[in-house]
């Protein structure tokens, strides 16, 4: 009996397919991913918010920057960068050039592929702003977080 546990158990370790269903990760998609189930939100967004363009942005003033700043504007600019599966650069992740839905509710694979509610940050609090609407960036570059003016 012992011999029999041991060897499903090993079975187990060296084929993880035995094993079940991996969990899946949550990664980014683009905002485009939005679209087909949020068509308003998704044509509001990308009339009126300005993070909608974003990158346009950084692309201005991307030849008067050093690398280091350059990244730093990424981080505000487009979707995920520095995150698992967020941007990486515009040859390699052009939907997550600029600053897309996700930024605010999340890495949205999952959610696109079962239209979980729970699998996506759909309540947003002002505070979740700050990482890019600090106090010192608002200063100097005149922005306010719109939460309710142009983002749906």
Known sequence: ???AVLVLALIFLVCPAFAGPAEETNTYVGSKACESCHPNEFASFSKNAKKAHSFKSVQIMAAKLEPAELRECYSCHTT??????GFVSMEKTPDLANAGCEVCHGPGSLHAQSGDKAQIKAKLDISECAGCHSPDRIKSFDFKPMLFGGAH
């Open 80 to 85: 995920g960068y520095g995150k698992p599966g």
């Open 1 to 3: 009996m012992r011999k």
